[in-house]
């Protein structure tokens, strides 16, 4: 999906480059909508947000997670519509959420495969050795106060999974490939280290007092309810990617929490992090 089409610029050596966004567990480029508007002034910059190849199988039942992809393979399937829509870098990819983890591993896939990567760009993305798991319990509580979330187009997501906020057939398979995803430290050795943006929200989605927090015994699972409960301050740092990585990390605190980012609203800030041409 076409978000925004790059005018050009009048300087004939600058090369007029794309971004590719993956989308959060919900699967649909549409949450990359309220991005939009900031986008008129990046002359030099098409913008795609990708959707889910698996957004028609929501409906299915449980046992169809058994034939799902691997987030590694989900990767490769993105990789191959960048490619035929992009056949040579360097690339811009980015994803916000589960989708940052997905927009990593077509970095990595990218970079052995010799391309160039110029920037990833993570939005509030849980660094892989920081959490690997989200858990039942966690779920739950996410779920019982939803009307906290600050979710973009809330009514929506319901109304096309019967009611349920975080329990869709697709959040589900984000859910397992997660669990599933066995991550990689460090990058390939390529022409260029990729430049890393990592979008970090500011709150906690935990506001409220009426629901107590989930009791969670594994530690991976605590750090992931940490994650997403808790606010960040804003020496917080990269929250591990730094040390995943094995480089530095540009840091941009984002008002709202990791779901409310997302919305109109909180999204005006990203322009001070977007692509801009290369020296």
Sequence with gaps: ?????????????TQRRNLFLVPDGFGSGAVFGPLTPLLAGVADVSVFALNSPFLA??????ADLDLSPTL????????????????????????YSI??????????????????????????????T????????LVDFLESIGSHLGIANEDEVRANNNGRL???????????????????????????????????????????SAMARPTLSVEGERKMAEWFLDDR???SGALGWEEFLGGPVRVVRADGNHFSMMTPQMVRKYAL????PPP
């Design 72 to 95: 590694e393979q989900l990767a490769t399937m993105y990789v191959a519509e960048l490619r035929r829509r992009q056949p040579e870098g360097p690339y811009l990819v980015g994803g």
């Design 130 to 137: 920081l959490a690997t798991s989200l858990p039942d319990a």
């Design 166 to 208: 975080l329990k869709s057939h697709h959040f589900n398979l984000s859910r397992r490939q997660l669990a599933q995803y066995q991550a990689k430290r460090g990058l390939p050795l390529g022409p260029k280290r990729p430049q890393f943006v990592l979008f970090s929200a500011r709150e906690g989605v935990d506001k409220q």
């Design 99 to 128: 989708g940052g983890l997905v927009a990593y591993e077509m970095a990595r896939q990218l970079l052995e495969d010799d391309c160039v990567i110029e920037t990833v760009f993570l939005i509030d993305t849980v660094c892989p």
């Design 57 to 62: 199988t929501r409906d299915h039942q449980p």
């Design 1 to 13: 999906m076409l978000l925004y089409r790059g005018v050009g610029s009048t300087d004939p050596t």
């Design 273 to 276: 992090a977007l692509p801009s």
């Design 233 to 235: 301050s804003d020496d």
